[in-house]
């Protein structure tokens, strides 16, 4: 079994990089940018697998 802390890095990582992708963009930048809302939604998936 991880370390606990392991997992807050992942999420704390996973949080960083969706400030990263959605830096200087409005909504409708985001909404209309498939590429952006993939790599959002592949690290929300990972925050939500690591709080399990």
Partial sequence: MRDSGIYLTDILDAMEKIG????????????SDE???SAVRDKMIIIGEVGK
Avoid: A, G, V
């Avoid at 990263?20 to 909404?31: A, H, I, R, T, V």
């Fill in 20 to 31: 990263l992708f959605l830096q200087d963009m409005s909504y409708e930048q985001f909404s």
């Fill in 35 to 37: 590429k952006t809302i």
